[in-house]
């Protein structure tokens, strides 16, 4: 198992929505609002722009002792020695993000509603575990759909488990009882009029939720 990469975390994994002039301060935001790890995702190709302000989020991360992940993009992952890289079924091998990242990287897979494609990750040394998405999702309207029962099923891998897609303040706790260790939100905090105060209502979750079955 993997648990030491990640230990004794869980809450809000916060996913940012760039490219946007303000992503710093945005970013800063939720971080002060409580999130454990923010993801950079930016699907443009902007590459010094991309690097520029991963280099600028791993700092500020590290400045709130949080985790700074990167999105499907291992070779800038490497670039910024962030703390590591979250890969989708399109993306890198996982075997070989390991071998440029090391061993002391967090690489986390998304794993959607297949609870096979987990199985297949922790054999290959994966942190932590995505699925979902659990409710319709504003930031990815067809994504597949996962039931709450998936993240029970999948405790057995031993590995982190991340939730996401549609994840509101009001139906996180459920999730977290199923077995969620963090709660992954795109609009949910960045589409909120106030990302702190957002970032903390989920962060809050971990604190007041039931314990997982």
């Known amino acids: 198992m993997t648990l030491t990469r990640l230990p004794n975390r869980r809450g809000l994994y916060a996913i940012t929505d760039g490219p946007r ?23 443009s190709d902007a590459a010094a722009r991309r690097r520029a302000e991963a280099e600028a989020l791993l700092a500020i991360c590290k400045a709130h002792g949080a985790l700074c992940i990167i999105n499907d993009d291992v070779d800038l992952a490497h670039a910024v020695r962030a703390h590591g890289v979250h890969l989708g079924e399109q993306d890198d091998d996982l ?24 199985r297949a990750a922790t054999r290959q040394g994966a942190d932590y575990l ?23 099923e999948a405790r057995h891998l031993g590995l982190p488990l991340v939730a996401i897609g549609g994840i ?46």
């Open 95 to 118: 075997l070989r993000a390991r071998d440029t990242l090391g061993r002391h990287a967090i690489i986390g897979v998304s794993c959607y509603d297949d609870l096979g494609r987990a």
């Open 168 to 213: 509101t303040p009001d139906n996180g706790a459920n999730l977290i009882a199923a077995g969620a260790d963090f709660l992954a939100v795109i609009s949910g905090v960045f589409a909120a009029p106030d990302i702190e105060a957002a970032a903390r209502r989920y962060s809050e979750l971990f604190t007041s939720s039931m314990p997982k079955s």
């Open 130 to 152: 995505a699925f979902g998405a659990f409710y319709p999702s504003p930031s990815k309207p067809q994504a597949r759909r996962a039931h709450p029962q998936l993240l029970r």
């Open 21 to 43: 002039a303000d992503l710093l301060e945005r970013a800063a935001a939720a971080l002060r609002g409580g999130a454990s790890m923010l993801q950079y995702r930016d699907k």
